[in-house]
């Protein structure tokens, strides 16, 4: 019950809809840094968890520690946001489905998408469910990244997990013609959802860039908390 | 044995495995004279480090039983214990620690805190043992002291503070740079045994200065003096740095840290200093025990010589005379011919030879004064009885203990071996109190517990190789355990009235899951129960839950009300309480949608990047919940929760998935449920159990 009523709570549920976000292939949460765009992306896997499902968070920045404690503050933040829980019951399932999320932390060098294949395989092979989503967190979207996105393309096809990164873009950057970041503009044929974080008036703005007729609404967002501002 | 505490220090050498625990321990030796020829762990001359005394140990290279042993530096006495790295033994770790002043805490250069470390840092945490720390294998390809420092900080939230510069490293690693001397060591000679004190390099000129201004910098809070001295700007003595780190390190504020190579004979003097300068004398450590005739109130230890002796035994082991008990004497002295008290048991026991040892060499003493270890002959013990004069009660506190979570069945050859099992048996268990055995009275099998495969392997070994006790082992079987999930509600009355005596009782309550293993709540009023009853039942509720009704595995987990009953004048007697417990305990368990829990253990293992995916996939065989992955340097880490009953063998698969260059520990996390179809599995295995 606690968990129907926290994804319904969810900013996810009401900017993109939870069950709409593992349809897509590759999404991207774009923002200049500080703005929010792994917290967003926690709130992301978060739905996942609540429904049972597992993820797979890869960052190139964070330790495992970090990613934890992201993870533990975006769901008290949910936690918080529905008024009173029961702490107990709060705390009994986060005990529960936190099993479901396996953090792996890389750094540039070593982050290799074979090794996420040869992790994805052993779901196959023991005959284990797959994650349904895998969020990926650090990667240099202003370098040339073609040969990574293709493999990791291979991955959403091969095992049917939808992957979501962070994008990180630049204040001094102008908008491509399309009104899309640089950095997605060069690949938005990968990209089926992309939102976009800025902040405007000590709240953050999230505005849909890509996702079918939902593209271009805009949400306010609360920026200690990342929930929906009422 | 000197008198004169401060010059005393019982020290333990702690880390992961394969850290370099046993060769630093030999070098040490060497240095303060206690041995004339360096062996290696594993040499090439057959021989096996001074300090793994067991053949068993020299054999597989690791440290099983943690030897003691003294030697001599600069007119100070040091008492060495040196510790087991792997986790199976821990029981070990936390004995040793429960009876040391200090730790050098060992780190590899190359790999870092390892998840050994941590799990000793928080048994150091626990016992609060001041540490300094020795960044050892500096010659090794990869080594970078530097990172390990900032790990000891962000892995284990250590203040650590560089002592040392390393003068070059690898291969080309001399000596190390003295930051509170300012001056550069080197080490000459076959065994490095010269020290020669030289100029710092010009090279490293810079970077001493910077990295001594950041050691002033964290000292300095911890002493007043050498703050002024900062702010006046005036000369900085060795003294004032000495002094102030000394302080933190006893208040476990900060934690040194010093550099070497134990292997290549690089800075083990320079360590033994500091062991001297900055690890804590008996003298500086507050020490408790129970007054069992006050309330067990805590009373404060003295290491003072004259007041009633209060000793520790920490360690047995089974000598060419005898039994031999490590003790670790608190407060006033044991000389030879004293009576002491083992508070245990009440027994009087009269000092008969005392010894220091030197590993597998013993001196013989006249006496052991408080704040030194030593050990006694003849005594008959278990590990962790106090010892005290006959004119106090004091107990040491309880270590803590952990329950064990594998068995294994075993069984003798012969008579012969069956005799010398039981001697073993006898022995092992005394010795550790996390391996335990008993008798299945249905199978008439023995069964040895312990906390890990390794662990149990290691006891079959022990009797074959030191009893000539030849027995076979059964496949290791998992402690499972039941628990009950929902409130469920009991009404049972026991009624034998056909003729003769009766027996009558009733019994009504509810039971319920809770934390503890098993709790009793009396809420009768109106004498619906006869207070002298109430007892019988709880003895009865607390006898099933050994034997589950499901499975017949312990019942853990379990609250147990009782609100209502009757009783009858004649026919009443606790007897019939206690059955009629035992059938509302049935009767409530059932309705209580009960479960089968099983042993999950913590796995954490470190890996070359290349096999993290491989590795992660074994943990996904296994039922395996994976917590995440690290990647440092050329290793990752993979930290994850995988239930024991998957964890056999996976030695070796994990050796042929990852070339043999994988390794990974494993200790006890909690009990969870088990999947239904697992649980359906062990269903059937019981069954045909039963019916073989």
Known sequence: MLKQDLNLRSPIEKIMGIDNITNSKFG?????????????????????????????????????????????????????????????????????????????????????????????????????????????????????????????????????????????????????????????????????????????????????????NRTDQSFLLDPATMMLVE | MIRDLKRVRNIGIS????????????????????????????????????????????????????????????????????TPGHVDFTVEVERSLRVLDGVVLILCSVAGVQSQSITVDQQMKRYEVPCIAFVNKCDRSGANPAKVAKQLKTKLGHNSVLMQLPIGLEDKHEGVVDLVAMKAYYFEGEHGERVAVKDI??????????????????????????????????????????????????????????????????AIQPLLDAVLDYLPSPLDIHNEAIDLDNNEESVVLESNFDKPTVALAFKLEDGQYGQLTYIRVYQGCISKGDTLVN???????????????????????????????????GIDCASGDTFVSPTINYSMLAMHVMEPVISLSIVPKDNKAQINMSKALNRF????????????????????QGMGELHLEVYVERMKREYKAEVTTGAPRVAYR??????????????????????????????????????????????????????????????????????????????????????HAVDSSEMAFQAAARGAFLEGYMKAKPVVKEPIMKVVIETPNEFQG???????????????????????????????????GFSTVLRSATQGKAQFTMEFSSYKQVPQSIAEEIIKQKQEEKKA
């Open chain 1, 28 to 212: 991207a949460v774009l923002s200049r840094a500080g703005v929010g765009k792994t917290r967003f992306l926690v709130q992301i896997a978060l739905t996942q968890l609540l429904k049972d499902q597992k993820i797979v968070h890869v960052s190139l920045d964070d330790s495992i520690g970090k990613i934890n404690l992201r993870y533990n503050e975006g769901y008290t933040n949910l936690v918080d946001s529905i008024g009173y829980v029961d702490p107990q019951k709060a705390v009994r399932l986060w005990d529960d489905i936190s099993l479901s999320k396996v953090g792996i932390s890389y750094n540039d060098v070593t982050f290799d998408t074979e090794k996420l294949k040869d992790y994805l395989k052993s779901f196959k092979k023991a005959d284990l469910p797959m994650p349904a989503m895998m969020i990926i967190d650090g990667l240099n979207f202003d370098e040339d990244i073609t040969d990574i996105l293709k493999k990791l393309q291979a991955l959403n096809q091969e095992f049917s997990t939808s992957i979501w990164f962070a994008m990180k873009t630049h204040r001094d950057e102008a908008m491509a013609k399309d009104g899309y970041p640089v950095q997605l503009e060069t690949r938005k044929d990968l990209f089926d959802k992309a939102l976009f974080l800025q902040p405007v008036d000590n709240k953050i703005q999230a505005v849909v860039l890509k996702d079918g």
């Open chain 2, 15 to 82: 880390a992961h495995i394969d850290s370099g625990k046993t060769t630093l321990s030999e070098r040490i030796l060497f240095y303060t004279a206690r041995i004339h020829k360096i062996n290696e762990v594993r040499g090439k001359d057959g021989v096996g480090a001074v300090m793994d005394s067991m053949e068993l140990e020299r054999e597989r290279g690791i440290t099983i039983a943690s030897a003691a042993t003294y030697c001599e530096w600069k007119k100070h006495n040091i008492n060495l214990i040196d």
């Open chain 2, 201 to 266: 390099p010009d090279d490293l000129l810079e970077a001493a200065k910077e990295a001594r201004e950041e050691l002033i910098d964290a000292a300095s809070l911890f002493s007043e003096e050498l703050t002024d001295a900062i702010l006046e700007e005036s000369d900085i003595s060795e003294e004032l740095i000495k002094n102030a780190v000394r302080t933190g390190v006893m208040d476990r504020q900060i934690t040194p840290v010093f550099l070497g190579s134990a292997y290549k004979n690089k």
């Open chain 2, 343 to 377: 508070t245990r048991d009440g027994k009087k026991i009269k000092a008969g030879r005392l010894i220091r040892m030197h590993a597998s060499q013993m001196e013989d003493v006249e006496e052991i004064p408080a704040g030194h270890i030593g050990a006694m002959f």
């Open chain 2, 429 to 448: 268990t005394k010795e550790d109190p996390t391996f335990k055995t008993y008798v299945d009275h249905e199978t008439g099998e023995t069964i040895i």
């Open chain 2, 482 to 567: 039941e628990t009950i999930t929902q409130k469920s509600l009991f009404n049972y009355t026991h009624k034998k009235q056909t003729g003769g005596a009766g027996q009558f009782g009733r019994v009504a309550g509810f039971m319920e899951p809770c934390e503890e293993d098993f709790e009793f709540v009396n809420k009768i009023t109106g004498g619906r129960i006869p207070t002298q009853y109430i007892p019988a039942c709880e003895k009865g509720f607390a006898a099933c839950m050994a034997k589950g009704p499901k499975l017949e595995f312990p019942v853990t987990g379990v609250r147990v009300t009782i609100d209502d009953g009757a009783f």
């Open chain 2, 614 to 648: 491989s590795c992660m996939g074994l943990i996904n065989q296994r039922r395996g919940i994976i917590q995440g992955s690290q990647e440092e340097g050329v290793m990752s880490v993979i930290e994850s929760q995988v239930p024991l009953s998957e964890m056999f």
